[in-house]
C-alpha cells in the first residue's frame, strides 16, 4: 500500500502528462512542417520552439537576454526550455525580476548548456553544468525525470544545433 501513488501524485502525474502530450504535438507538428514538402531547411532550437508555439515566454527571456541570434547559430546547445505553463506559475516578484535584464539573462543560461546532452543516455545522479555556472542533478524516479525541482516532460528533442527538453518548472537563481 504504501508504493500507492497518492491522489494528489496521480493528479499531477494526469497534468504532466497532459503538458507533455501538448508539447509533444507541437513539437511534432513542427518537425513534420520542417520535413514535409517544403524546401530543406535548418531546425535550429528558436525556431522549432517558435513553430512548436508552447515556448513564446521562454523565447521571449531568450530575446531579452540578446540570446536569440546564438541559440540559431551552430552549437551545439542543450537547452531545458520551460513551456508557457511553466512560466504561468512564477510569482509576481519573480515575474517582476525577470523585467530586469541581467536577471533574465541568468535565468535563460540556467537552462542552457554548451555541448549536446541527451538525457536518455544519462543516469541518476548525472551532473549538468549551466551556462550560468549551476550545477542541476538529474533524478529518475517511476519512469520519469527531473531536474533539481523541475521535471522534465519531454526529453531530448534533437534539432540540427542541439537539443531541446521541454520542462515544466523556470529554473530561478
Request: proline share 3%.
Amino acid at each position: 500500500m504504501d508504493d500507492l501513488p497518492s491522489i494528489g501524485e496521480n493528479i499531477a502525474r494526469e497534468k504532466r502528462m497532459q503538458i507533455t502530450s501538448l508539447a509533444r504535438l507541437g513539437l511534432a507538428v513542427c518537425v513534420a512542417g520542417l520535413l514535409g514538402s517544403a524546401p530543406a531547411r535548418a531546425r535550429n532550437i528558436i525556431d522549432t520552439a517558435q513553430m512548436a508555439g508552447t515556448f513564446s515566454s521562454w523565447i521571449a527571456a531568450v530575446r531579452d537576454a540578446d540570446m536569440e541570434q546564438t541559440l540559431k547559430e551552430r552549437g551545439p546547445y542543450t537547452v531545458f526550455a520551460p513551456s508557457d505553463e511553466a512560466f504561468a506559475k512564477l510569482s509576481a516578484s519573480q515575474r517582476e525580476a525577470l523585467k530586469d535584464k541581467s536577471t533574465v539573462a541568468r535565468v535563460v543560461k540556467l537552462h542552457l548548456v554548451s555541448g549536446k546532452v541527451l538525457l536518455k543516455d544519462a543516469g541518476d545522479g548525472m551532473q549538468i553544468h549551466t551556462e550560468a555556472g549551476k550545477t542541476l542533478t538529474l533524478h529518475r524516479k517511476r519512469g520519469g525525470m527531473s531536474l533539481d525541482e523541475a521535471v522534465v516532460l519531454e526529453p531530448d528533442v534533437e534539432v540540427d544545433n542541439g537539443v531541446i527538453n521541454v520542462m515544466d518548472t523556470v529554473l530561478f537563481p
